[in-house]
């Protein structure tokens, strides 16, 4: 029960790799990689193009997510039921959302449905009409979602933290923007977003599952080949977030809440930096491993204080938050927090003893062929692929590259971002 | 016991389940919650496999572990790699009758469950939940919330949980089910060198009662922080292996949208186009969104209609709207192609949710808990069955006033 021996070790045959993705760059920018699989009936098609709320001016916070959230309401070749009876009778479907860097689809159908989605895909990214009524139903639901955030402790906790680690930085900021702003944002807003932003340069489409490589190539260089945007601005990077000059507290009231939810951290690396490997498996150990990891273990199942505690690395293009969250009872706010501290601190005194280590790593491992089981796993991972530029033989290369990350690696990688001086502390309930 | 097994060469995988016959319909009050607090003490360890070495020997697999109570079952279930799946076979057995229930274990997962409590009480939508469910059933023990009511999980002692997990955790009371990359004349084997010396307990006690036939329309209000009013209607309805059970589901689909049986991912279908979608989110602008569902249960259970009320309207106006569209359902069948469509749409359901290993093993065992398996394999061709006709003979059987509660989260604007 105690070996130290790797447990798991991948089948490299059964992985996605270059002799079964296709990558092809068409003329106007796009990029396409196609892994089919016959195992399963269904295909799954996800992009993303260059068009999030770094692009959007800050009075209009939410127009990035907005646009995405109204491409579907109407186009110039089909009307909002058009386009949803048209998908929902094969039992297929399609959904736009906005992320800071950018907006992204993902659409599903059976494998011999593929032209329809595509087809889709094609004239509610090229041709949206806003249609004006729809403009104001995706408003209400807008807003109706924002008060929802409003009254949800851990959504409210995640923005105080936020503000207070990414004050000035672009990641201050929701996706999703405020109600002010959404009331504010006009049609010609969304016209005049989706014109300047949206367009085939660097954007990325993976196709995964029940489908001839050819027939999807040929199917999207009919749909989306020949667009052209020559507004389409330079994709945007974001700065290193700031320096913290000392541990800052925020609570976002919501009375009559019966939990608290905690957020603590700070900004993490990027998932282009070479510290991620090592962040993520030391946080692994930190929050993640077995029952949440140190933090689970200490605030849920030895203090019993929580029903959930762990922690995370959200790593983008640019430095995600590395962060701890947990709900608790308001009474044992500050326990909780005391009690992640200690955990912290334990795990910035001296590196992690090899053992857990290693077994994080192999649980790194062994979890790929389950993240890589489906088909919207399978494109989801070949999008990352191409957005950190990780190559066509990443998952061969997988193994290694996780089992190459040291105790010490992580310790170093720890110490250069986590600072118990220097956290970000948000919390938000009664 | 009963033991399910499919083979699944697809990838280097194993799905395996133990799923027991008991859930908060074997509750009675003073021990609302006991199941799924019996649930989290199964992950507590056992003399032969503590929980520290359980955790960590299952995670560093890469495997995913969990464990779900439900209104008539509790299921545990690992899916890990192929070659080290043989772990999960024997903790399983293992804990099967070997769990400690170490005192101070139960004292700390009190406050854990009752934290968890905590955090659903923060959503509106639960505090409706539970207090329609509590309006729907005065005599079943479908009336309280799975995870209990918080007089019971701050009372209950540990000979009680003990005592839950002795009655219920009975090979006779269980079902394994595993789906992947096996052999099953080898699978089988080694299930019955693990099970096989356990003695069957004594005969399942069952408590449920008889809810009775509901009287008259109930209406109820809860009040809570906010600035969303959101609305459940609620009808009572057979359980699953009632005949009327697949056109109420063909009903379910054309009324709000498709669902299917996934659990594990596989995505699912929107709702745009269905009736109460288009009639009160898009032409009626009275709901900001809507959403259905018909739960398979062993007793009847209910139908239920979730909206959120558009803020420029009143709960009535929206309801007057939902009225009329379920008066189109009763005074006419629906055409052919809307069952067609259906159709289609439960069979692309199911190719998603084929992908996941862990969804097959999961529909191995899920129907044995309410009917048999067979009513998940023949399920496609069973709603292929239902005529026009059969749906709106349910409409009208079912959906009406005196047979539902309408709950109403009455939100004390503070904010926007």
């Known amino acids: 029960m105690t070996s130290t021996q790797p447990l798991a070790s991948l089948r490299k045959s059964s992985l996605p790799g270059p002799d079964d993705i296709i990558r092809r760059e068409l003329e106007n920018g796009i990029t396409l990689l196609i892994r089919p699989n016959f195992n399963t009936l269904s295909v799954t098609v996800s992009?993303?193009?260059?068009?999030?709320?770094?692009?959007?001016p800050l009075p209009k916070m939410g127009l990035a997510n907005f646009v995405s959230s109204t491409l579907m309401r109407g186009t110039k070749d089909h009307s909002f039921q058009e386009i949803y009876n048209r998908l929902e009778s094969i039992g297929a479907s399609l959904s736009f959302s906005g992320g800071t860097h950018t907006a992204g689809f993902s659409g599903k159908s059976l494998g011999a449905d593929l032209d329809l989605l595509i087809e889709t895909i094609g004239e509610t990214l090229r041709r949206p009409t806003f249609p004006g009524d729809h403009v104001e139903r995706v408003r209400s639901q807008l807003l109706t979602s924002l008060d929802l955030r409003a009254q949800n402790t851990s959504e409210m906790a995640s923005l105080a933290f936020d503000e207070i680690v990414y004050k000035g930085h672009p990641y201050q900021y929701p996706e999703d923007g405020t109600p002010e702003t959404a009331s504010t944002i006009t049609r010609d807003d969304l016209i005049g977003f989706h014109r300047e932003h949206y367009g085939p340069r660097e954007m990325v489409i993976a196709v995964a599952g029940a489908v001839e490589p050819d027939r999807a190539l040929k199917t999207i260089s009919r749909s989306l080949g020949d667009w052209h945007n020559p507004d389409q601005p330079a994709v945007q990077t974001v700065p290193p977030a700031p320096a913290l000059e000392k541990t800052q507290r925020r609570h976002y009231t919501i009375p009559d809440k019966s939990q608290t939810d905690i957020v603590l951290g700070v900004a993490g690396p990027s998932r282009l930096s070479p510290d991620f490997y090592a962040a993520k498996i030391g946080n692994s150990v930190l929050g993640q491993f077995g029952m949440m990891g140190w933090i689970g273990e200490a605030v849920r199942n030895k203090a019993g204080l929580a029903y959930y505690a762990y922690s995370s690395v959200s790593s983008s293009m640019g430095p995600g938050p590395w962060t701890v969250s947990a709900g608790v009872d308001p009474d044992h706010t500050e326990q909780a927090i005391q009690l992640i501290k200690q955990e912290i601190k334990r795990f910035l005194d001296q590196p992690v003893p090899e053992e857990e280590f290693?077994?994080?790593?192999?649980?790194?491992?062994?979890?790929?062929?389950?993240?890589?089981?489906?088909?919207?796993?399978?494109?989801?991972?070949?999008?990352?692929?191409?957005?950190?530029?990780?190559?066509?033989?990443?998952?061969?290369?997988?193994?290694?590259?996780?089992?190459?990350?040291?105790?010490?690696?992580?310790?170093?990688?720890?110490?250069?971002?986590?600072?118990?001086?220097?956290l970000g502390i948000a919390t938000a309930g009664p | 016991m009963t033991v399910m097994l499919k083979e699944i060469h697809t990838a280097p995988l194993v799905s395996h389940w133990v799923w027991?016959?008991?859930?908060?319909?074997?509750?009675?009050?003073?021990?609302?919650?006991?199941?799924?607090?019996?649930?989290?003490?199964?992950?507590?360890?056992?003399?032969?496999?503590?929980?520290?070495?359980?955790?960590?020997?299952?995670?560093?697999?890469?495997?995913?572990?969990?464990a779900l109570t439900y209104l008539d079952w509790t299921t545990y279930f690992e899916t890990m790699p192929v070659d080290k799946i043989d772990l999960a076979l024997e903790l399983e057995a293992d804990r099967m009758t070997n769990s400690s229930f170490d005192p101070q274990e139960v004292a700390r997962e009190r406050t854990v469950v009752i934290s968890e409590r905590k955090g659903r009480e923060n959503s509106p939508g639960f505090q409706?939940?539970?207090?329609?469910?509590?309006?729907?059933?005065?005599?079943?023990?479908?009336?309280?919330?799975?995870?209990?009511?918080?007089?019971?999980?701050?009372?209950?002692?540990?000979?009680?949980?003990?005592?839950?997990?002795?009655?219920?955790?009975?090979?006779?009371?269980?079902?394994?089910a595993v789906a992947g990359d096996f052999q099953t004349d080898s699978m089988l084997e080694r299930i019955k060198e693990l099970y096989g010396d356990l003695s069957p307990g004594e005969e399942i006690p069952r408590r449920a009662r008889p809810e009775p036939a509901q009287k008259g329309e109930h209406r109820l209000n809860v009040e809570g922080p906010g600035d969303t009013t959101i609305v459940e209607v609620a009808y009572h309805t057979p359980p699953?292996?009632?005949?009327?059970?697949?056109?109420?589901?063909?009903?379910?689909?054309?009324?709000?949208?498709?669902?299917?049986?996934?659990?594990?991912?596989?995505?699912?279908?929107?709702?745009?186009?269905?009736?109460?979608?288009?009639?009160?989110?898009?032409?009626?602008?009275?709901?900001?969104?809507?959403?259905?569902?018909?739960?398979?249960?062993?007793?009847?259970?209910?139908?239920?209609?979730?909206?959120?009320?558009?803020?420029?309207?009143?709960?009535?106006?929206?309801?007057?709207?939902?009225?009329?569209?379920?008066?189109?359902?009763?005074?006419?069948?629906?055409?052919?192609?809307?069952?067609?469509?259906?159709?289609?749409?439960?069979?692309?359901?199911?190719?998603?949710?084929?992908?996941?290993?862990?969804?097959?093993?999961?529909?191995?065992?899920?129907?044995?808990?309410?009917?048999?398996?067979?009513?998940?394999?023949?399920?496609?061709?069973?709603?292929?069955?239902?005529?026009?006709?059969?749906?709106?003979?349910?409409?009208?059987?079912?959906?009406?006033?005196?047979?539902?509660?309408?709950?109403?989260?009455?939100?004390?604007?503070?904010?926007?």
Do not use: C
Not at chain 2, 42 to 64: D, M, Q, Y
Not at chain 2, 145 to 153: N, Q, S
Not at chain 2, 390 to 415: C, E, F, H, S, W
């Open chain 1, 47 to 56: 992009g993303y193009l260059m068009a999030g709320s770094l692009y959007e």
């Open chain 1, 358 to 422: 290693a077994d994080s790593q192999s649980s790194y491992i062994g979890k790929l062929p389950l993240a890589l089981e489906s088909n919207a796993g399978v494109a989801g991972s070949l999008l990352n692929i191409e957005r950190y530029q990780l190559g066509l033989d990443y998952f061969h290369r997988y193994e290694e590259m996780i089992r190459e990350v040291t105790p010490q690696d992580a310790f170093r990688v720890a110490n250069a971002y986590l600072d118990l001086q220097r």
């Open chain 2, 20 to 66: 027991y016959r008991v859930g908060s319909r074997d509750e009675i009050p003073g021990k609302t919650g006991v199941s799924h607090w019996v649930e989290h003490m199964l992950f507590k360890g056992t003399p032969r496999f503590p929980a520290e070495e359980l955790e960590r020997n299952i995670s560093r697999t890469g495997g995913i572990w969990n």
């Open chain 2, 128 to 176: 409706l939940k539970e207090a329609l469910r509590a309006a729907a059933f005065r005599v079943h023990p479908y009336h309280h919330e799975i995870i209990g009511d918080m007089a019971d999980l701050k009372t209950m002692q540990r000979a009680d949980l003990y005592e839950h997990y002795q009655t219920y955790y009975r090979p006779n009371n269980a079902l394994v």
């Open chain 2, 240 to 416: 699953a292996s009632d005949p009327d059970f697949f056109p109420l589901l063909i009903m379910d689909s054309l009324l709000s949208g498709p669902r299917g049986l996934n659990l594990f991912g596989g995505g699912g279908v929107s709702n745009k186009t269905s009736r109460l979608y288009r009639s009160m989110v898009e032409e009626e602008e009275v709901a900001i969104d809507i959403h259905g569902g018909l739960p398979a249960t062993i007793d009847p259970f209910l139908y239920s209609l979730h909206f959120i009320a558009h803020p420029q309207t009143s709960v009535n106006e929206a309801l007057a709207v939902l009225d009329e569209e379920i008066s189109r359902m009763q005074e006419s069948p629906p055409a052919r192609e809307e069952l067609q469509r259906a159709m289609k749409q439960a069979q692309a359901l199911f190719a998603y949710g084929s992908e996941s290993i862990t969804n097959q093993a999961f529909w191995l065992g899920f129907a044995e808990m309410f009917a048999e398996y067979e009513w998940v394999r023949s399920y496609v061709e069973r709603l292929a069955d239902v005529a026009p006709e059969d749906v709106q003979r349910v409409a009208m059987k079912y959906l009406q006033p005196q047979n539902r509660i309408i709950g109403t989260y009455l939100p004390q604007r503070n904010g926007r």
